[in-house]
């Protein structure tokens, strides 16, 4: 059955514990507020990284209960984020969070061959959309990591949204290969891809799913529109992940959404030793809470 909001990640994380998150830079006040509303339901005891003036500036203009938190004086972005992932590392925290600090170099420091939090997969952005008018939950990858991937990179992409899904208790997600229209046509090489994946489904080469494509986002997520298009899969009109071709496409479902129709979300980078919260700095702090609880439910 599919999620019909994101409550389910609180309510889920309530029964978890709590988990330690070390957080880069974390002298930011929405994510300071969705820390302290996290801490204050149990889910979190956060470690902050960052200027540690700023940050006791900003728990104090704020109101939060935070000042019993650890925090480690680090003003610059890079250090921070490298002492974030090494407390994760170690095992003193259990996930690492993005504050005021870029993609970038936080990546680096998760990526650090020596140090870093790699395992040999590719990294990628799953983001869970709760989509009012639908009354559901669909899960978009990847507009936040990989540009323009190739098909054997889209395949590590389904397998680390499957693998989010199974953690979620989702035994066999539906994945929609997501493309303009939903016929191959060999001038589009995103419908090759969708179309090599689906079969590569079938053969048993990507396993613990079922997936169709290529689909265009209206039969993927609306019943009534594959059945005026004529489909008829296990995914179309029912799909819970869809694989955008690239970053722009991925990117402009989850503003659109957020941004225009009011959805909520909650997002994680995938494939590395543990979830890393990665959040939009224009994010709201409810966005943030969310995604703080999706990576509890996976760390």
Do not use: W
């Amino acid at each position: 059955m599919p999620f019909e909001n994101l409550d389910f990640l609180l309510d889920r994380c309530r029964a978890a514990g709590t988990s330690r998150v070390a957080v880069a830079a974390a002298q930011d006040a929405d994510v300071l507020s969705a820390l302290d509303n996290a801490r204050d339901k149990g889910i979190v005891e956060p470690i902050l990284i960052g200027p540690k003036e700023g940050i006791t500036g900003l728990i104090d203009s704020l109101g939060l209960d935070l000042k019993g938190c650890e925090i480690i004086d680090e003003p610059d972005d890079s250090e921070a984020s490298k002492r974030a992932v090494a407390l994760v590392t170690s095992g003193e925290a259990q996930m690492v969070m993005k504050g005021q600090v870029k993609t970038a170099t936080l990546l680096k420091a998760i990526l650090d061959k020596e140090k870093g939090l790699r395992t040999g997969s590719v990294l990628s952005h799953l983001f869970l959309l709760e989509i009012p008018r639908l009354n559901r939950v669909f899960a978009v990858t990847d507009g936040g990591l990989n540009t323009y991937p190739t098909l054997q990179e889209k395949v590590r992409l389904v397998e680390n949204a499957v693998g989010c899904y199974h953690r979620l208790g989702v035994e066999r997600p539906r994945v929609a290969a997501l493309a303009a229209v939903e016929v191959v046509n060999p001038a589009m090489a995103c419908t090759l891809d969708a179309a090599a994946l689906s079969q590569m489904n079938r053969r048993g080469q990507i396993k613990g799913c079922a997936v169709d494509g290529p689909l265009a986002l209206d039969n993927a997520v609306s019943l009534e529109a594959a059945r005026l298009k004529g489909i008829d899969s296990e995914v179309a009109g029912q799909a819970d992940i869809l694989l955008v071709p690239h970053i722009e496409a991925g990117n402009l479902v989850g503003k659109v959404a957020l941004s225009l129709i009011g959805a909520r979300g909650a997002g994680a980078v995938l494939g590395a030793k543990a979830p890393v919260i990665l959040t939009s700095r224009t994010d709201s702090a409810e966005t943030k809470l969310l995604s703080i609880a999706l990576g509890v439910l996976l760390a």
